[in-house]
């Protein structure tokens, strides 16, 4: 079931990639200015880095500084890649990690387009990072993890690549009550990271197993339905999702098939997630710093 369930996560956002989508829509800036950045932010890097995929703004909270590495999880179009690359200044280093190939090319794209010479991007999954250990000082995320169907092997990759004392910054959906069955049943709610994630106390026992000291994670009280801002906006066609006879996904192209946001915008329209789900800022630290 959950390589099913990454097929279509890879479908849909490799859809998205391939889409006209930027933010340079009205409902895309919306939906990034909805969760936490800045006009000043989604200017200064390319526009077709933004395709209102957010739940948060991690670069807000990762509190990053010259030299540094970092690396965000999740990477899709660039967004936070970039603004970390301004952070960490030339010598350091900003990476970005997406299991969608389309995404990673078009974060390349990004990257050349804008003349960045401190990023970088890989194809691979979060729960096998291709980074040694100990190399990372920060990690970040953008509604991505509650995606990973095994998200203790992620926490695990995240903790192993880390340096001692590094940290953690993540924006995630994470789950405060029981969503209601149609939304927990349904695929585009799960690729639109909503019936994938977890519960609160959940991702903060799992940090702790994984070896993390000072677990913080905290409800941003942003509204989830932001998303339905984007409805109708995107410029390509979509994979539909059909089922099989034993209720697996799988992915057919149709040019008729609504939009990974049109489809989580139609599912909004009906229930109020935000009653049973939270964007959340994720913190946690690697102990061991002298």
Avoid: W
Wanted: hydrophobic share 40%; charged share 20%; glycine share 8%.
């Amino acid at each position: 079931m959950a390589e099913h369930l990454l097929d279509s996560v890879k479908a849909k956002y490799g859809a998205v990639a391939e889409s006209s989508l930027s933010g340079n829509h009205a409902g895309v800036k919306a939906v990034a200015e909805a969760f936490g950045y800045t006009s000043e932010e989604l200017t200064s890097i390319p526009a077709e880095a933004n395709m209102g995929l957010s739940c948060g703004n991690p670069i807000a909270t990762a509190s990053l500084k010259p030299g540094e590495v970092v690396a965000d999880l999740g990477s899709g179009g660039g967004l936070d890649v970039f603004l970390a690359s301004k952070k960490v200044g030339p010598r350091g280093r900003a990476i970005g990690i997406d299991m969608t190939p389309a995404m990673v090319e078009r974060a390349r794209t990004n990257a050349e387009a804008g003349g960045y010479t401190n990023v970088e991007f890989h194809l691979a999954a979060i729960d096998q990072l291709p980074l040694p250990d100990s190399s990372v000082d920060c990690v970040i995320s953008n509604c991505v993890v509650n995606l990973a169907p095994d998200k203790p092997a992620v926490f695990r990759e995240i903790f192993r690549v880390l340096k001692p004392g590094g940290r953690l910054a993540v924006s995630d959906i994470a789950l405060k009550g029981e969503l209601p069955q149609a939304v927990a049943e349904s695929l585009a709610a799960y690729v639109g990271c909503i019936s994938g994630a977890i519960r609160i106390d959940t991702y903060r026992e799992e940090l702790l197993k994984a070896g993390f000291a000072h677990v913080e994670i905290v409800d941003s009280g942003a509204d989830l339905n932001a998303y339905a801002k984007v409805e109708n906006q995107s410029g390509c066609c979509s994979p539909a999702m059909a089922t099989t006879q034993d209720a697996l996904p799988v992915v057919q192209q149709s040019c008729s098939a609504p939009t990974l946001h049109d489809e989580l915008s139609s599912l909004l329209s009906q229930f109020d997630v935000n009653q049973a789900a939270a964007s959340v800022k994720v913190y946690a630290l690697k102990p061991g710093a002298n």
